[in-house]
Nanobody, 125 residues
Framework: QVQLVESGGGLVQAGGSLRLSCAASGHTGSRYKMGWFRQAPGKEREFVAAISVSGGSTLYADSVKGRFTISRDNAKNTVYLQMNSLKPEDTAVYYC??????????????????WGQGAQVTVSS
C-alpha cells in the first residue's frame, strides 16, 4: 500500500510558475516509477509527466514539454512537478500516481495503481 499526498497547488496568473509536491508513505514510492496526470472539468484524465525510479529518465506530454519539469528526491520520498510559463489551458486538478509495472515509462493511466487526492491548479488569463 502506498499513500500519496499532493501539495503546492493554487491560483496563478498566466506566465507564472508553481511547484507541486507529492509525498509518498507506506511501501515507499521511492521504489517505483512515478507520474503526474491532470484532469480538467468535463475532460478525461491526461498524462503530464513520468519519472524513473532513479530519476535518470523522464517522459513528458507534448503540451508541457519545455515548460514543466518532473524530479524526485528519494531520500524524502517526494516527487515534484515544476510548472513554468503556465497557460490558462493548464488549469486542472493535478494527480500524482505510482507505476509498479516493469515496463518503460508510460503515459497510460491504467498502468498507475495508486493515486493521490489531487491538487487544484488554476491559471488566470
Amino acid at each position: 500500500q502506498v499513500q500519496l499526498v499532493e501539495s503546492g497547488g493554487g491560483l496563478v496568473q498566466a506566465g507564472g510558475s508553481l511547484r507541486l509536491s507529492c509525498a509518498a508513505s507506506g511501501h515507499t514510492g521511492s521504489r517505483y516509477k512515478m507520474g503526474w496526470f491532470r484532469q480538467a472539468p468535463g475532460k478525461e484524465r491526461e498524462f503530464v509527466a513520468a519519472i524513473s525510479v532513479s530519476g535518470g529518465s523522464t517522459l513528458y506530454a507534448d503540451s508541457v514539454k519545455g515548460r514543466f519539469t518532473i524530479s524526485r528526491d528519494n531520500a524524502k520520498n517526494t516527487v515534484y512537478l515544476q510548472m513554468n510559463s503556465l497557460k490558462p489551458e493548464d488549469t486542472a486538478v493535478y494527480y500524482c500516481a505510482v507505476d509498479r509495472t516493469l515496463v518503460p515509462l508510460s503515459r497510460m493511466v491504467g498502468l498507475y495503481d495508486y493515486w493521490g487526492q489531487g491538487a487544484q491548479v488554476t491559471v488566470s488569463s
